[in-house]
């Protein structure tokens, strides 16, 4: 999972600082979340999901198909 966050933000080429901003966090807890020093909460999750348009899911390594869900109806 923490590798997936990583390669994710480094192939749009932006800093931890930038994500960090997103989040609400500092870059040092971002920073955190991505060599697993410490746990990512479920709302953290949800809106890192979001920013990268893809699923819980492919973020945790259970499945390796990028595309998000569709919208529940």
Do not use: N, W
Request: some cysteine; glycine content about 2%.
């Amino acid at each position: 999972m923490y590798k997936r966050i990583r390669d994710l933000r480094e192939d749009l080429d932006l800093s931890q600082t930038v994500l960090a901003k997103y989040l609400q966090c500092s870059q040092v807890c971002y920073s955190h979340y991505e060599i697993g020093k410490r746990d990512i909460p479920t709302q953290i999750l949800i809106k890192l999901a979001a920013f990268h348009h893809t699923s819980v899911d492919y973020l945790l390594g259970i499945t390796d198909q990028k595309d998000p869900y569709p919208k529940a109806k």
